[in-house]
């Protein structure tokens, strides 16, 4: 067997109390695309920092064609051949992409020959990199990575921000890496990509590396998300799509939400949907159709320019997100951490938004609170080691806390904005689980996704965004294509 | 199924911005407060029947103290810090300017300055490092710093006096009528000193230890060693400012209260400048041309006949319009 271009061997490493990795071995071979896997919270990404000189292990050894190095530091390891991007751009906001190329010692011609191979020549490189949007900066830090010419390219959840036709460019430069005999590690939650695009992967759980094999065979995804959460497994999957099977269909009422013609921007056609109680709309577009700020005016944080909402065929017009809670219309951003107050324990999170109910003024009756607090945890199961601080939950607790908030304060319709954003697969079930039940309960819920097969599993109703506007309804039923056609703004065929 | 739909879809590039955009975008603020300060100069022009060298003289070494103090202060701003101690810095600059250049020749004396802003540069490095080395927040930091040089001072100098060389005077602040020497030294300083830091690479990597530590570590920037950097430049401004001091009054004064007014007028110079306290955006023109307004400020209601304790009225109510005003030009640009 030919020597792995990478090999660590038993790195572990220890933030204090909190074990991040216990004994984590992995092997990645030249020409190989190798997808490294885990639920949040597994060890990913600090495993990428220790082999990218970002963090030093605790103990455990890396190895680099086979001899044994130290990375101290992120240009350490750019001398070994390993070339990280980060999930968060590595590029100040402040600086213009040339400064911050400077800043690493990369020639900007370098970086505009790899731009150029991605058919990306247009990007102006003088630019502030907070006047570039998200996508870009990705494929910036990407470029900067790739005139390294670096023996193992280290991709932590890149395709994550990336529309479809981006994350293909990236796709094609792993294929290139492969030709070349050289590796990739790519760190995804999206399993489609990890199957069509890796030879091999690797699964961890709680710090340890549980399995290895070849993902794209017969069976791969079942294996992946078994080996992913191992015991909790058992009955996770689809538990949602019987539910919505074993719905009945709610008797002729008014629906709960209705929207009319409804502006994002002035020059749109407009938006129009309705969502009746225990429903479950599924919305689907491509990156700035324009869902942001659709959820925003729905939640009153942003007014339209124009058209109708519609609660309990009421019109309404909400100026401030309090008149569209106190209607019982509520938001769970998809930034998290713009929705909670991080540096507050749990028990506060939960319960900001039901002092609005509990008391006007005067101190706040502390054991109705609390009950409340118990119920909307425990429902959630929500992980309470680190309750004193919001912040220091992983992300798939931060999640289910910003659900939480608005479980104990009660609510009629719930606006969710790619809630499985960044979440392992095992905390996306309970998340679908979880829409399900709050629809079956009563609640009209309004669910914007960017990953497609979500509308297959929780969804009633699909409606697809384009532009502004509601371009097409969809059955539940419709394929990822459909959906992805639809929402290109592409005639759907035939449904 | 033939034709996915992924392969004929581009994600647009984002529409590049025009020159003048740019400079609109990333100058704006130091245009606006450069107009400021000639709407304000225009005005006091007007109020005296002649306005000449010896106005333009006073104005200009009087605020220069200031102006050097704000850039200090920007510079560690921009680094992501603040620096509670540049005032107290420049009273201890004074100090012991004034105490060891008195009656002596211009050599010696010149002799002196230079040491005195080396000792200003070791002192605010050695503040820089404990912060970056303690891990304590800077503003205590450099709040208990305040504190120590403001003693030190007294301990060289234990009451006004001192003194320092006529001809050193003229050469820094230039004599009664003299506007010269001071613009110059202040363009200098801006042209020699910052420019050619603010385009190094040490100067781009301040900039991103101010604007985002964790991209900037991340980018193979040497944080810790960044951070002193700043404070460093700081000290050499500040030790800069003592100098001024020392020429503009001819005598070292070491009261604590002087120096605390100027640090916090430095702060307010550094936000009417246009630096964000955040860190990691400005420049040093912004504050400079901003402790002018603010220079300019109690002069102007004098000529109106105001009490003179309005004036501290009016420089609040200004730095707090001004700046609402221009987050209120910025509004726009976010919601794009």
Redesign the interface.
């Known amino acids: 067997m030919s020597q792995p271009l990478l090999q660590a061997t038993a790195v572990a490493k220890a933030f204090g109390p909190v074990v991040a990795l216990r004994a984590v071995d992995l092997s990645v071979a030249p020409g190989e695309v190798h997808a490294l896997l885990g639920a949040n919270g597994a060890g990913k990404s600090t495993l990428v920092k220790i082999l990218t000189g970002?963090l030093a292990g605790d103990s455990g050894t890396v190895a680099v064609n086979g001899e044994p190095v130290l990375l101290r530091?992120?240009?350490e390891a750019r001398e070994r051949g390993l070339a990280p991007v980060?999930q968060?751009?590595?590029?100040?906001?402040?600086?213009t992409v040339t400064?911050?190329l400077?800043?690493?010692?990369v020639d900007p011609a370098d970086v505009r020959r790899e731009l150029a191979a991605m058919d990306?020549d247009?990007?102006?490189l003088?630019?502030?990199v907070k006047?570039?949007?998200l996508?870009?900066l990705r494929m910036l830090d990407l470029a900067r990575a790739l005139v390294f010419d670096p023996q193992l390219l280290v991709l932590d959840e890149i395709t994550a921000a990336l529309?479809?036709?981006?994350s293909?460019r990236v796709f094609a430069i792993m294929g290139r890496w492969k030709q070349r005999n050289r590796s990739v590690l790519f760190i995804s939650h999206r399993l489609a990509e990890v199957r069509e695009h890796c030879d091999m992967c690797t699964v961890l759980r709680d710090g340890r590396n549980v399995a290895s094999f070849h993902p794209g065979q017969e069976g791969g995804e079942g294996q992946i998300v078994a080996a992913m959460l191992g015991e909790a497994s058992k009955g996770v999957r689809d538990v949602a799509r019987e539910r919505r099977a074993a719905r009945e269909r709610p008797e002729e009422e008014a629906p709960r939400l209705v929207v009319r013609d409804l502006l994002i921007d002035r020059q749109d056609a407009g938006v129009s949907f309705e969502v009746s109680a225990g429903e479950v709309l599924g919305m689907a577009a491509?990156?700035g159709q324009g869902q942001d700020r659709l959820f925003e005016i729905l939640s009153g944080n942003v007014r339209a320019a124009g058209g109708e909402i519609l609660v309990d065929a009421e019109p309404v017009r909400f100026r401030h997100p309090y008149d569209a809670i106190r209607r019982g219309v509520v938001l769970v951003p998809s930034n998290r951490l713009m929705a909670l107050l991080p540096q507050r324990p749990i028990r506060e999170n939960i319960a900001a938004p039901l002092f609005n109910r509990v008391r006007r003024w005067g101190p706040i009756n502390t054991g109705r609170e609390r009950r409340q607090v118990k119920e909307a945890v425990d429902r959630l199961s929500i992980d309470t080691r680190a309750a004193a601080q919001a912040r220091r939950l992983s992300g798939g607790n931060q999640q289910k806390l910003t659900i939480g908030r608005w479980l104990a304060a009660g609510f009629r319709t719930l606006l969710l904005f790619d809630p499985t954003r960044g979440i392992d697969v095992g905390t996306k079930h309970q998340i679908y689980d979880l829409v399900r039940e709050l629809a079956d309960a009563g609640a009209a819920i309004v669910l914007f996704t960017s990953e497609l097969r979500e509308i297959g599993l929780v969804c009633d109703r699909a409606a697809v965004l384009h532009n502004g506007a509601i371009v097409a309804e969809l059955p539940p039923t419709a394929s990822e294509?459909e959906l992805?056609?639809a929402a290109?703004g592409?005639e759907a065929t035939a449904v | 199924?033939t034709a996915?739909?992924?392969?004929?879809?581009?994600?647009p590039?984002?529409r590049?911005?025009s020159r003048l955009e740019?400079f609109g975008?990333?100058q704006g603020w130091v245009v606006g407060v450069a107009l400021l300060l000639a709407a304000l100069i225009l005005w006091r022009s007007s109020q005296i029947p002649a306005f000449g060298a010896f106005e333009v003289r006073g104005i200009v070494a009087g605020t220069m103290t200031l102006a050097l103090l704000a850039m200090a202060q920007s510079v560690i701003v921009i680094s992501g810090g603040i620096d509670l101690s540049v005032g107290a810095m420049m009273v201890l600059g004074n100090c012991i300017a004034a105490r060891l250049m008195l009656d002596q020749d211009l050599g010696t004396v010149v002799g002196v300055a230079v040491l005195v802003v080396v000792v200003a540069m070791v002192l605010s490095g050695l503040i820089g490092t404990v912060i970056v080395v303690s891990g304590v927040p800077d503003i205590v930091v450099t709040l208990a710093a305040s504190f120590t040089l403001a003693g030190l001072a007294l301990v060289v100098l234990d009451g006004p006096g001192g003194g320092t060389n006529p001809r050193f005077q003229e050469l820094l602040v230039g004599g009664f009528d003299q506007p010269g020497p001071a613009i110059l030294w202040l363009a200098g300083v801006l042209l020699v000193v910052w420019l050619p830091f603010k385009r190094s690479?040490l100067g781009?990597?301040t900039?991103?230890v101010?604007?985002?530590r964790?991209?900037?570590?991340?980018?193979?920037?040497r944080v810790g060693r960044t951070r002193i950097v700043a404070y460093v430049m700081g000290g050499f401004f500040s030790g800069l400012a003592g100098l001024v001091t020392t020429a503009f009054t001819g005598s070292g004064e070491p009261r604590a209260s002087i120096g605390a007014t100027a640090t916090l007028t430095s702060v307010a110079a550094v936000v009417l400048g246009g630096v964000a306290l955040m860190g990691?955006?400005g420049t040093l023109l912004g504050p400079v041309l901003a402790a002018f307004c603010l220079a300019l400020i109690p002069p102007l209601m004098l000529g109106l006949g105001w009490d003179p304790n309005y004036a501290e009225v009016a420089r609040g109510v200004i730095i707090i319009v001004v700046v609402m005003i221009g987050g209120l030009l910025q509004i726009p640009r976010r919601s794009r």
């Open positions: 970002v530091s992120p240009t980060y968060d751009p590595a590029l100040v906001r402040d600086l400064q911050n400077r800043l690493t010692g990306l247009g990007l102006d003088d630019e502030q006047d570039l949007p996508p870009f529309p479809p036709d981006l293909e491509l990156e294509t992805l056609t290109h592409l | 199924m996915t739909p992924r392969a004929e879809v581009h994600t590039l984002p590049p911005s740019r975008r990333r690479r781009i990597a900039y991103a101010g604007s985002d964790s991209a900037a570590f991340l980018s193979g920037v990691g955006s």
